[in-house]
């Protein structure tokens, strides 16, 4: 009975984090038709519908997604426990699903990754990159890294660097437009504006220097766009002056495709953090990556280039 129940719950859980019978077979490492046959088994027992079936995907009906939200995280805390318990106390085992934006997770943590294998063979981390703000909970990441993510009592986050937001711009593109001295000349200048993907609203240029002067600054906006990266690839091509954190456009910076514009004018962002669940038990997989990030991001410095540029 607790096997069976077991299967059930697994291809439930891995069908509504896939989002499709397929995807949940290749991570549960069995045939779709095998995931499908288990769903419905599972809601016969039940007595209702768990899922909405199309040729290509599942959705959660009503009454999944309130099992979802009840069971999602409970039967993580009871598979990393039992998981603990079979590879000894403490030692960290399975896949560690693992949230961070694309820039910034390449440029800065998967470098920081093979000492983490290297020492912890059984633990897999599972990288999935993405701009957007995740949900850890109802999306089954073990961790996040990145800024903004509302804190909950179901969240913890460990500081890692504060971060400035800097104009930049191609020196081809700023030798052929009037020289900058002031953000009130910025409105003569083509810019390249960011669209926030949780409000949907252009963001502002609302900068300040070291010595607490501020200002809200006008471009000429010349294209929109939701992606940091995009945004600094697009400066790069001479399109205009963008507004961007420091760990997006450090590379580009070092490499000369970039530079500073009004160096002395700057804006404040939310705290890169690493964010995790606050469970009772924290899974040692959780605790000991969250410790090596931690560990090694001091020690590589990073906080404040993010800082200072």
Not at 69 to 86: C, K
């Amino acid at each position: 009975m607790l096997t069976e129940l077991r299967g059930y719950l697994d291809a439930f859980i891995a069908a509504a984090d896939e989002g499709s019978f397929s995807a949940a077979a290749r991570h549960l490492g069995l045939t779709p038709a095998a995931v499908s046959k288990s769903v419905a088994q599972f809601e016969a027992r039940l007595g209702v519908r768990l899922f909405q079936r199309s040729t290509r995907k599942v959705a959660l009906t009503t009454d999944g997604e309130r099992l979802y939200g009840q069971v999602r995280l409970p039967w993580s805390e009871i598979g990393d426990a039992l998981t603990d318990l079979r590879q000894g106390a403490g030692k960290p085992a399975g896949t560690l699903k693992v949230a961070l934006a694309h820039t910034v997770g390449r440029e800065y943590f998967v470098p920081m990754m093979e000492g983490f294998v290297r020492r912890y063979p059984d633990v897999v981390p599972d990288l999935h990159f993405d701009n957007r703000q995740v949900d850890l909970i109802a999306e089954g990441f073990d961790v996040a890294i990145g800024g903004g993510i509302e804190l909950t009592d179901a969240l913890i986050a460990r500081e890692l660097a504060r971060l400035r937001i800097v104009l930049v711009a191609s020196p081809a593109y700023l030798k052929t437009q009037p020289v900058l001295g002031h953000p009130d000349e910025l409105a003569r200048h083509r810019g390249l504006l960011r669209r926030s993907l949780v409000s949907g609203r252009l963001t502002p240029w609302t900068l300040k220097n070291n010595a607490g002067q501020e200002v809200v600054a006008s471009v000429r906006p010349v294209m929109v766009l939701d992606d940091p990266e995009a945004m600094a690839r697009a400066a790069a091509n001479h399109m205009g002056i963008a507004m961007l954190p420091l760990p997006h456009v450090l590379p580009l910076l070092e490499s000369g495709e970039l530079v500073r514009v009004l160096p002395q004018w700057y804006a404040e962002a939310l705290p890169l953090s690493i964010y995790y669940t606050s469970r009772k038990l924290v899974p040692a997989k959780v605790r000991l990556f969250v410790e090596h990030v931690v560990r090694e991001f001091r020690a590589s410095g990073h906080a404040a280039r993010f800082r200072l540029g």
